[in-house]
């Protein structure tokens, strides 16, 4: 037996059969910066590397039979929480999350795909602000994502401050869908702006970006690295697997997140 225990990251997230976002994204993160993934499912989804066809949340009673098995069980060392499909959901993960108090949460607001589709069907926003940002350590909505949640803020700092004023301990806002020659991701903490981030595009449409990022931030930060810290390191990790994608469909293209641990490659 190996004693060596390693960090255990509980991700709640939605399967993408095609394999290149949630929950498989997640796995494959976390594994490969030598977490272990405890996974929740929260929706199944008919998706391909272009688009959401369709998706269904799963059962509220089952989601939540799925985490007491574990969390009685596992030690874990930070949440992940990514695609949530539906208020009675949301709802759910809030009352687990009363009873673990103190471990961090990494939370990435998903409301859609990428690349087109809606991946709940109703509005989220308010059962968000009201259930998960307040027990959030670091929320990663990219700048669109940023701006639905906080509908009445005039800029990415207004927003940034009222997510921290809901109770989210760090923001950061990626910057993945600006369009812009260069990509850049903005970090508050502590009710204040910490850091700029800026990255070259690489050229092409990726499949499971945010998904990567958040849950590489919840691996670094179960390792023990501080939120900036994690922030850096999980921003590196990603640009490597951006730039090592892969085409598999006809849509997006897939980043190789074992890139990172892949000597061969
Ligand atoms: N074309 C790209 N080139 C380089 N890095 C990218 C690219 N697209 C995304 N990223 C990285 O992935 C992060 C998350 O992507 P983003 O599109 O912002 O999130 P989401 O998938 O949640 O919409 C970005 O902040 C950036 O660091
Ligand atoms: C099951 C699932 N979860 C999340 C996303 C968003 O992915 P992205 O990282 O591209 O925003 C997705 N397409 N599918």
């Not at 269904?56 to 098995?69: G, I, K, L, N, Y």
């Not at 390191?233 to 293209?253: C, D, F, P, V, W």
Request: with cysteine.
């Amino acid at each position: 037996m190996n004693e060596m225990r390693p960090p255990v990251v509980m991700v709640f997230a939605g399967h993408d059969p095609c394999g290149g976002a949630g929950i498989q994204a997640d796995i494959e993160t976390l594994t490969s910066l030598g977490c272990h993934p405890c996974t929740v499912i929260t929706a199944l989804t008919a998706q391909d590397t272009h688009c959401v066809r369709d998706f269904q949340p799963v059962s509220v009673t089952f989601m939540v039979e799925q985490a007491r098995a574990v969390l009685e069980d596992v030690r874990v060392d930070a949440f992940k929480i990514g695609m949530t499909a539906s208020v009675e959901i949301i709802e759910a993960i809030h009352t687990l999350l009363q009873d673990y108090a103190g471990i961090p949460v990494v939370f990435d607001p998903v409301m859609a795909a990428g690349g087109g589709g809606a991946l709940s069907k109703e509005n989220l926003i308010e059962a968000f602000t009201d259930l998960l940002i307040p027990v959030t350590t670091v929320i990663t909505p990219n700048s669109l994502e940023a701006k639905l949640i906080c509908s009445d803020a005039d800029s990415l700092d207004a927003c940034a401050q009222q997510l921290m004023a809901l109770g989210a301990g760090y923001v950061l806002v990626t910057g993945g869908h600006d369009k812009s020659p260069e990509i850049i991701n903005r970090l508050w903490g502590h009710r204040q702006f910490l850091e700029e981030y800026k990255q070259k595009r690489l050229p092409g449409d990726f499949h499971g970006t945010g998904c990567t990022l958040s849950s590489a931030l919840a691996g670094y930060i179960a390792h023990g690295a501080s939120v900036a810290g994690a922030v850096r390191e999980a921003q590196a990790y990603t640009a490597k697997a951006i730039h090592n994608s892969r085409r598999l469909g006809m849509g997006q293209l897939i980043p190789d997140r074992l890139a990172w641990s892949s000597k061969a490659r």
